[in-house]
Nanobody
Framework: QVQLVESGGGLVQPGGSLRLSCAAS????????MGWYRQAPGKQRELVAT???????NYGDSVKGRFTISRDNAKNTVYLQMNSLKPEDSAVYFC????????????WGQGTQVTVSS
């Protein structure tokens, strides 16, 4: 079973940037899609971005034009570059892996906190 470990979260001012990393314990080339979800207090978990193993990205509407997802198969790592951060981006960000099949086969990291505040 693949383990996912997030890092790079922290406190940043509005308009600032952060880069999140998700390190996998096995080859991510074999995983159909990787990505990021987030959950803020009082809100449901929402899609941030995904990227397929053929390098096709998809973004949630709230982050389009500001966030960029990428993957480095040699390092078994997925990244999320977050620019022009807003207070409403504050949330716990979770790394996600989809190996195919039903949702119960998906992998999830433990999350990393992102706080955008002045």
């Amino acid at each position: 079973q693949v383990q996912l470990v997030e890092s790079g979260g922290g406190l940043v001012q509005p308009g600032g940037s952060l880069r999140l990393s998700c390190a996998a314990s096995a080859s991510i080339f074999s995983i159909t899609a990787m990505g990021w979800y987030r959950q803020a207090p009082g809100k449901q978990r929402e899609l941030v971005a995904t990227i397929t193993n053929d390098d096709s990205p998809n973004y949630g509407d709230s982050v389009k034009g500001r966030f960029t997802i990428s993957r480095d198969n040699a390092k078994n790592t997925v990244y999320l570059q977050m620019n022009s951060l807003k207070p409403e981006d504050s949330a716990v960000y979770f790394c996600y892996g989809h190996p195919g099949g039903p949702p119960e086969y998906d992998y999830w990291g433990q999350g990393t906190q992102v706080t955008v505040s002045s």
